[in-house]
């Protein structure tokens, strides 16, 4: 396996007639054990939300909490579409308004989708071949944390906008560095639903778009290979939001405000964001970065060191201008992981899997000692642990 500086790859792909002959096999193979799989690992989340009083969750504040005020003060009835300009992001709005059960509802939802996103990232990291140790780890790193928790049961919009970005990320690399043509359109779609789930989806396929031209490439000596990569997958999401705009001005004659898709400068939350750098919480965001940057250096994939770090830096953005919204937590490390587990090489020695095991084992425990910090995860914990029925 040859190495290429700077760039983010995967295992080399088999050549064979002068192309590529790449398979991704579904895991479990047999789909029956596929929905088994993605059904139990729901499971401990629906049992987070199953033991607790459903009073407690409809009386803690949260972005789920948000969100079905936000999707009860849109009229979506009488003769006027003015309710166009109040729907984004329209996946988990739409979802706030019809459900039943408010809070618990949309939590349910999460639950189920942090099952199917659990089998997703088990199947890929069989398809990287990562082995029994090192699957485990990363599998745990990733969902067996409060943060993942939190974010699947009490923030519905983030959770779908970082699940369809986690596994467009994974699609863009089949796309870029495997020469799959029908995963590149695949990462496109995913990309633009992240963007439809949450307005934090914004920053990721700005990041992830930016960040297309450092992947390896799978067609070398092509012209304009690497324009024509970014422009599949940010594609899909520029023409729906050039709809949106089009809609917007054709039926209510004027631009969206800022505020229709969640922009807006904060200077409340830069301060909270400087506040961090005076105790312990600002190492609670950095160490999921330096886990990446080790494990970048251990698989010789410098790349993914500006592209975690570029996804970070926007992230925080977000949190400054507006993207991602009050009460969050973990959307940095979620997104981290992901990209550790995309960047993680089949071929590996015995030395770089000790190596990587190592960090998968601290990545384990940063998510644990991050949510420490966060005061809105151990609302959450404190009003679990009391409501549980010890």
Do not use: K
Not at 140 to 149: E, G, M, Q, R, Y
Request: net charge positive; aromatic share 10%; charged share 10%.
């Amino acid at each position: 396996m040859s190495t290429a500086t700077g760039a983010i790859r995967t295992i080399a792909p088999s050549t064979v007639s002068g192309g590529y002959n790449v398979r991704f096999d579904p895991y479990p193979f047999d789909s029956r054990l596929r929905w088994l799989v993605r059904l139990l690992a729901a499971v401990p989340f629906l049992l987070l939300v199953a033991l607790a009083d459903p009073r407690l969750w409809d009386g803690l504040s949260s972005p789920n909490a948000a969100l079905i005020e936000h999707a009860r003060s849109i009229a979506f009835t009488g003769s006027t579409v003015t309710w166009m300009e109040s729907l984004y992001p329209p996946l988990p709005t739409i979802a706030a308004a019809l459900l039943p059960w408010g809070t618990t509802g949309l939590a349910v939802v999460g639950a189920l989708a942090a099952g199917a996103f659990t089998q997703r990232i088990i199947e890929v990291l069989h398809q990287h071949r990562a082995g029994a140790l090192l699957g485990t780890l990363f599998t745990l790193a990733l969902v067996a944390n409060p943060l993942f928790a939190y974010t699947a049961t009490q923030n519905l919009p983030a959770f779908l906008s970082i699940m369809f970005f986690g596994i467009g990320l994974n699609d863009t690399v089949r796309f870029i560095t495997w020469r799959n043509t029908q995963a590149g359109f695949r990462a496109g779609l995913y990309l633009m639903l992240s963007a439809l789930s949450d307005t934090s989806g914004l920053a990721f396929v700005a990041a992830l778009v930016l960040a297309a031209p450092l992947f390896t490439l799978g067609r070398r000596g092509e012209r304009g290979v690497r324009t024509a990569n970014s422009v599949v997958l940010g594609f899909p999401t520029v023409a729906v939001l050039a709809t949106v705009l089009f809609l917007q001005l054709a039926f209510l004659h004027r631009w969206p405000a800022g505020d229709s898709f969640g922009f807006g400068y904060s200077a409340d939350a830069l301060q909270g964001l400087v506040d961090t750098t005076h105790d312990l919480r600002w190492l609670g965001l950095l160490a999921p970065l330096l886990c990446l940057y080790a494990l970048s250096l251990l698989v010789r994939r410098p790349g993914a060191m500006l592209v975690g770090s570029l996804l970070f830096a926007l992230v925080m953005a977000g949190f400054v201008f507006g993207l991602v919204p009050t009460g969050s937590a973990g959307n940095s490390f979620i997104i981290l992981t992901l990209v550790m587990i995309a960047i993680l090489p089949a071929a590996r020695t015995r030395r770089m899997t000790t190596g990587i095991a190592i960090v998968a084992a601290v990545t384990v425990l940063v998510p644990w000692l991050a949510a420490l910090t966060r005061t809105s995860v151990m609302e959450w914990t404190g009003t679990l642990f009391t409501a549980l029925p010890w």
